[in-house]
């Protein structure tokens, strides 16, 4: 499957990584396309690079791994019908940061930067996944317990099963919580999850759901 993985920071380098892991064709796309190509590198021998409307025109799954002040420039130079019938999976967290102050929530309670994303793309098929965890633990995550759960939604079945298959593969135990605006939830966590770390905590931790 060709891959385009839209960001190029720890996030997108990570995922790009697993990707290309399993066999996928993979391209990172940036404004610039010599920063991608940078990153890209960095990825791997088998993954390229290039600006965002070629990664996302070239793709047949496309990754959202931007920060959350640029996503929406990203997906306008992307072109939005680049992305069109496509499964995009939404790793962005909408967070915003002050000095002198943790981090906090842009969207949240009744709206989420998940569905924002969806409105943006209003012809793709939006997954929200991976935005719970460190970019380190994205791929084969290990831990003393066992594998962690990665939460995911979207509005489309095919393209949460899609996704569902790429967590399997990536090392995950993965729990469908519905439709996209269950991102209202995911998002909070990843806030959890940074404020965790911040106390003290690491960097190295993970959800999971405990049934009896």
């Known amino acids: 499957m060709r891959v385009a993985i839209l960001g190029t920071g720890d996030v997108g380098r990570s995922l790009a990584k697993g990707f290309a892991g399993r066999g996928d064709?993979?391209?990172?796309?940036?404004?610039?396309a010599g920063r991608a190509q940078a990153a890209a590198r960095a990825a791997g021998a088998t993954?390229?690079?290039?600006?965002?409307?070629?990664?996302?025109?070239?793709?047949?799954?496309?990754?959202?791994?931007?920060?959350w002040s640029g996503t929406e420039n990203a997906l306008r130079l992307a072109t939005p019908?680049?992305?069109a019938g496509k499964v995009v999976i939404d790793a962005t967290n909408p967070l915003v940061s002050a000095p002198g102050k943790p981090p906090a929530l842009a969207l949240?309670?009744?709206?989420?930067?998940?569905?924002?994303?969806?409105?943006?793309?209003?012809?793709?098929?939006?997954?929200k996944a991976f935005n719970i965890v460190g970019h380190a633990h994205?791929?084969?995550?290990?831990?003393?317990?066992?594998?962690?759960?990665m939460f995911y939604c979207g509005n489309d079945?095919?393209?949460?099963?899609?996704?569902?298959a790429i967590l399997d593969d990536?090392?995950?135990?993965?729990?469908?919580?519905?439709?996209i605006e269950g991102a209202r939830l995911l998002e909070p966590m990843c806030l959890l999850w940074v404020l965790y770390a911040?106390?003290?905590?690491?960097?190295?931790?993970?959800?999971?759901?405990?049934?009896?």
């Open 25 to 32: 064709d993979v391209m990172m796309g940036s404004r610039e």
């Open 198 to 212: 911040l106390r003290g905590g690491g960097w190295n931790h993970a959800f999971k759901l405990l049934k009896k």
């Open 138 to 149: 994205m791929v084969r995550p290990e831990f003393p317990g066992g594998p962690p759960d």
């Open 47 to 67: 993954v390229r690079g290039g600006t965002f409307s070629e990664a996302a025109s070239w793709g047949e799954l496309g990754v959202l791994a931007t920060s």
């Open 108 to 127: 949240g309670h009744t709206d989420s930067g998940g569905e924002q994303v969806q409105r943006w793309l209003p012809d793709a098929r939006v997954v």
């Open 157 to 164: 079945g095919s393209a949460k099963s899609t996704v569902a």
């Open 170 to 179: 990536f090392g995950w135990s993965s729990i469908d919580i519905g439709d």
């Open 81 to 83: 019908t680049t992305l």
